[in-house]
């Protein structure tokens, strides 16, 4: 199994332009997350995902969108992009039955200038 | 959802036992407490999650009084490759319309020869 694995793994964008972050995990989890972090900082979460179809907010949605069409992909879109998005992203997913055992892809270092 | 304090740093040496204390004072009844581990430029990775009592596995132990609003994580014989971040999380599992996980800042464990 490759697990959870993000595509790209570095980026540069410049203010206003938009990106998708792709991850794809091939554990068959239904529940999928989306991470930041910030320097220094701890991770707080932006989107997440109970199944195929059903996207929820959490501690930071402004300025993404999520989507979750099938169960193993679960791409983050980000739209007019700003100085204020440069961190790492990070894509996680676990089952229903490990509900704290989440497994984390490798990140996507994003910078905005 | 239950906030954690912990220590932001920790220095020991290779071959020590290493305690990270993490405080929990208003965690609630559904709520149980997991540790995880962060390397620099990567994702968290689970190392244990508990209840009540004493947890053990491969890599660590989890103690937690019967208060529940503390517990510790013990490293034994710590080498220079755990030198990382540890995250206390407090939390129930995630249903829909619940939120996740929260991360705080963690504790910096550095490990000296």
């Known amino acids: 199994n490759a697990g959870v694995t993000q595509t790209p793994k570095f980026r540069i964008l410049k203010i206003g332009q938009s990106m998708t972050l792709q991850c794809t995990q091939d554990?068959?989890?239904?529940?999928m997350y989306w991470y930041r972090q910030d320097p220094g900082m701890g991770l707080k979460l932006i989107y997440y995902?109970?199944?195929?179809?059903?996207?929820d907010k959490g501690e930071v949605p402004n300025g993404y969108n999520v989507s979750r069409s099938t169960t193993e992909d679960f791409p983050l879109r980000l739209e007019l992009a700003a100085p204020s998005q440069t961190s790492v992203y990070f894509c996680a997913s676990n089952s229903g039955q490990a509900p704290y055992e989440q497994y984390f892809g490798p990140g996507t270092r994003l910078t905005v200038t | 959802l239950a906030k954690t304090t912990q220590p932001i740093s920790m220095d020991s040496y290779e071959g020590q036992e290493v305690n990270i204390t993490c405080s929990h004072n208003n965690i609630a009844t559904n709520d149980y407490i997991t540790w995880y581990q962060q390397f620099p430029s990567q994702g968290p990775r689970f190392i244990i999650q508990g209840y009540k009592t004493k947890v053990t596995n491969e890599v660590a132990s989890l103690f937690i009084p019967a208060d529940r609003k503390s517990s510790t994580l013990s490293l034994p014989r710590v080498s220079l490759s755990d030198t990382a971040v540890y995250y206390c999380?407090?939390?129930?599992?995630?249903?829909?319309?619940?939120?996740?996980?929260?991360f705080g800042s963690g504790t910096r464990l550095q490990v000296q020869p």
């Open positions: 554990m068959n989890h239904n529940y």
């Open positions: 995902s109970v199944g195929a179809g059903i996207t």
């Open positions: 999380l407090v939390g129930a599992p995630l249903r829909t319309g619940r939120r996740a996980l929260t």
